[in-house]
Each structure stands twice: as structure tokens, then as C-alpha cells.
């Protein structure tokens, strides 16, 4: 009885899942340099992430206050008076593969397109994503530009010759079946 | 037992076919320190839970002038300044050293700040606790030279335990309990020790600047012409450096000064307009 019992629960849970992939250490790294002169990056390698193969669908979540800077100070006012993590403490990434293919072997780059809500702001993106996926490992390269005044990031006037509004950002993800 | 096994069966499939995503990957706060409950290492004159972060040398220059009831003559206290220099370094994320310099009574200072207990955002940990050490050491020359004078008459000492808490985004709350040691005291009646109970607040009006406010209550008043210490100011945050500008009524700016021997009292006017500028520099 207890072994049909794992059997059944087994089976119950492996079809379902059969198609997800998942990570929570996905890496999220930004930087920002005006002129080069003050380089602002941090990177958050804690980041949530799955992938459903079977629709194709995306969920990415990232806990603001994970990013680090090297400078403390840039870290503290980067939560404080950039992002206000207490009152944003994560941003989200909720969308779907305009086209997936079956064979995912050979590394393509395909659109992704969804909803970005970050800093209070939700806004609609078209990405694209450098996707390969080996034996139960899928892995996911992004590489996109975030405007700050697109999601209300006020840079004050008395620092904007050292702060640009663009931000780089660089995704790396390798997500495992469930 | 059959029951069990269908009722597994249907709660993991019910579980699992959430079309929802984002449930697979959960609420993951993993208890984060609370951070900046005040901009600066001090909230005006008395030190705050925040130290220097690991790494960081923090210079700050502080000026008092004189009292602003003096008159135009005086500008209103612009000419006479007293100031105060101190650099403090984060020997680890949560221990600094620092050493400074006091105009007033030509005084040194060395210091220990060591963070013992920080506040998290979930709530097994709802305050934030920071010690503070301090020795002074006056080195004014000896009004008197035909009796025996020492080195340890020239120190006193204070011990600090800040107690904060950051309720929310704008409002951060400390209590201080001080005490006070003066090797040397100028009669027999008075006491070389003494306990005084500080409060000091903050309240962010914007993103950069702050409303702070400070108050050191004297337990056992050390002598009848001191009073308690009640200061008010503005920070104001730019960058690397940060500006606090405030009134009080103690002039000292080492906290035997201020905590015991404030002389200024706010009924009568005689209050000190003052400033600190701290910068920080990373040496990491």
C-alpha cells in the first residue's frame, strides 16, 4: 500500500511538471557609466526563475535588495533613494515565447514578450533571449537596456552629470526540470 | 488508507496545475538587515546605530558657533566657531575605530562603535543594537603647576548603548542610555559618574533630506548650572557627502560635553547654530 502510495503520488507529480524548468540562483548584473565617471554596477545572483516548455510561458522574480555593489554607500542609496526597495522590494518579469520551437539542441535567439514591473511601473517589453537547452539544463542569455525615467527613477539634478538614465542589463539563467 | 492516496493524488495535481508560475518560486525574503534607519553616524551631537561600512573612512568636520542671542556685533555667533575633526574607520561590518579633535579644552578623542544586534525585516529581530566607547583626553595646559598633575586627570571616558528602531520608511526612533566617567572633577561634591537617558529621531521629509531631533535627559545632573541637551536639524544627503545642519543648545561636541556640561538653555535664547560635513571615502 505505502509503495503504490509513492507510485501514484510519483506519477501525479511528473507529468505535470515534465516541461518546467526552474533556478533560484539566477544571475541578474546591470551597470551604468556616463562618461565614465562613476561606474555603477551591482549584480543579484540570487534571482527566481522558471520556464514552462510546454506554453512557453516566463516568470522571472528579483529581490532588490539582493543586488550588490562593491561601494556600500551606492548600495545603500540604490535601495534608499533609487528603487525604494521597502516599498518595492521586487520586480517581476511575467511573459511568454512569441515562438518556440521544438528543438531547443542548437543555441537560438528567440523574442520574448511580456510585462516588466519594476520600481511600481509596469511596462510591456520585447526581448530577446539566446536560449539553449542541454539534456535537463535550459539555459537563458538576455542583454537589454531599462530606461530609469520609463519607471519613474528620478535622478536629481545635482548627480545627473554623473548618473545616465540608461541601464545595461545582463540576464544568465540555467534552469533545471522539475 | 485508499482515502489518503486519492486525497494526495488530487491535492498534488490541484497544487500543480496552477497556471501561475511565480507560486513555484515563492515568497523569498530571506530575512534582510534593515537598512540607513539614519543617514548619518550621528543623528546631531550623539552617535547613532550606524557605523562606517567595512572599508570606509569617513571624515567629518563639525562646527559650533557662538550663541546666536549675542547679537549682530558677533554676527550672531558666525565669529566664534568651535570645531571638531574625526576620522572613523569599518575595520568589518560591524566594528569601526575613530579618533578625533575638539577645539573645545584642546580635547582627543578615541572611540569603538561595534554593531551587537541588527534589525531584520521580518520580526524575530525588531531593533537594532550599537555600543559606543569613547576616551577624552583634555589637553589643555595645567591652570595649576605647583601641585602634582596627572595624565589619567586628564581623561574621562563614556559608554553608550544605542537602542533604534526603523518603523518605517521615514521614521527611525533611538534611545541611549550614557555613562559618564570623569577621572577628575573640579569639587568634592561632585560626582565623577553620571547616567543620563538620550532620545533621537528622525523623519525623512524627501527621499535626500531629513528632520532630526535629539534629547539627552540627565539622570543625576553631574551640577546645577548644566543642563539637559535638546537639538534640532536638517540632513541633507548629496552623493558621497552628507550635510546636517542644526540648532542646539550645547555647544561641546564629544558627548561629555554635551550630554553633561551643556550651559545653554533654550527659554533664554542662547543657542548654537552648527553644522557636520561628513564624506566618505572607500579604501577597501
Redesign the interface.
Given at each position: 500500500?505505502r509503495a503504490?502510495?509513492f507510485v501514484?503520488?510519483l506519477l501525479?507529480?511528473s507529468p505535470?511538471?515534465a516541461q518546467?524548468y526552474?533556478s533560484?540562483t539566477a544571475e541578474v548584473y546591470f551597470f551604468s557609466d556616463k562618461d565614465a565617471v562613476e561606474l555603477v554596477e551591482a549584480v543579484n545572483n540570487?534571482v527566481?526563475?522558471?520556464?514552462?516548455l510546454e506554453n512557453g510561458?516566463?516568470?522571472f522574480?528579483i529581490?532588490m535588495?539582493?543586488f550588490h555593489f562593491d561601494?556600500?554607500?551606492m548600495e545603500?542609496?540604490f535601495?534608499?533613494?533609487y528603487i525604494?526597495s521597502?516599498?518595492y522590494?521586487k520586480a517581476?518579469f511575467?511573459g511568454s515565447f512569441v515562438a518556440l520551437p521544438k528543438d531547443l539542441s542548437t543555441p537560438k535567439t528567440l523574442t520574448v514578450f511580456g510585462t516588466m514591473e519594476f520600481h511600481g511601473v509596469k511596462k510591456e517589453m520585447e526581448l530577446p533571449v539566446l536560449v539553449s537547452l542541454n539534456e535537463s539544463v535550459l539555459q537563458g542569455d538576455a542583454k537589454f537596456d531599462l530606461l530609469c525615467s520609463d519607471f519613474n527613477i528620478?535622478i536629481?539634478k545635482?548627480?545627473a552629470d554623473?548618473l545616465a538614465n540608461t541601464i545595461q542589463v545582463t540576464v544568465s539563467a540555467s534552469l533545471t526540470k522539475? | 488508507m485508499k482515502y489518503l492516496v486519492i486525497f494526495a493524488f488530487l491535492c498534488s495535481s490541484s497544487v500543480l496545475a496552477q497556471d501561475d508560475l511565480f507560486s513555484l518560486l515563492g515568497e523569498d525574503n530571506s530575512n534582510q538587515e534593515v537598512r540607513a534607519t539614519f543617514k548619518g553616524t550621528r543623528v546631531i551631537n550623539g552617535q547613532s546605530i550606524e557605523l562606517p561600512s567595512y572599508g570606509d573612512l569617513q571624515f567629518v568636520i563639525e562646527h559650533r558657533f557662538g550663541t546666536i542671542n549675542s547679537g549682530a556685533y558677533e554676527l550672531w555667533g558666525i565669529d566664534q566657531s568651535q570645531m571638531r575633526m574625526s576620522f572613523d574607520y569599518g575595520l568589518s561590518k560591524n566594528i569601526a575605530i575613530g579618533i578625533a579633535r575638539n577645539s573645545f579644552q584642546k580635547t582627543y578623542e578615541a572611540s569603538l562603535k561595534a554593531k551587537l544586534l541588527k534589525q531584520k525585516l521580518e520580526n524575530w529581530s525588531p531593533i537594532s543594537i550599537t555600543s559606543y566607547h569613547a576616551v577624552f583626553v583634555n589637553t589643555l595646559n595645567w591652570t595649576n603647576t605647583n601641585r602634582a598633575n596627572l595624565f589619567s586627570s586628564r581623561l574621562s571616558y563614556a559608554h553608550q548603548v544605542m537602542i533604534a528602531r526603523k518603523f518605517n520608511q521615514s521614521f527611525s526612533l533611538q534611545l541611549t542610555p550614557t555613562y559618564i566617567h570623569r577621572n577628575i572633577v573640579e569639587f568634592a561634591s561632585i560626582n565623577n559618574d553620571y547616567l543620563a537617558l538620550g532620545v533621537g529621531g528622525r523623519y525623512k521629509l524627501t527621499k535626500r533630506i531629513s528632520v532630526n531631533a535629539e534629547y539627552f535627559h540627565q539622570l543625576e545632573r553631574p551640577h546645577e548650572n548644566f543642563t539637559n541637551s535638546l537639538s534640532i536639524g536638517v540632513d541633507i544627503e548629496t552623493g558621497g557627502h552628507v550635510f546636517q545642519l542644526h540648532i542646539t543648545n550645547s555647544r561641546g561636541m564629544f558627548e561629555r560635553a554635551f550630554i553633561g556640561e551643556t550651559t545653554g538653555t533654550w527659554s533664554e535664547g542662547d543657542l548654537y547654530f552648527g553644522f557636520n560635513i561628513s564624506r566618505v571615502f572607500g579604501l577597501k
Open positions: 500500500m503504490l502510495f501514484l503520488s501525479s507529480v505535470l511538471l518546467k526552474m533560484r540570487q527566481g526563475a522558471v520556464v514552462d510561458n516566463i516568470a522574480q529581490q535588495r539582493a561601494i556600500a554607500l545603500e542609496h535601495n534608499e533613494n525604494e521597502e516599498l522590494p517581476t511575467r528620478d536629481p545635482i548627480v554623473k522539475l | -
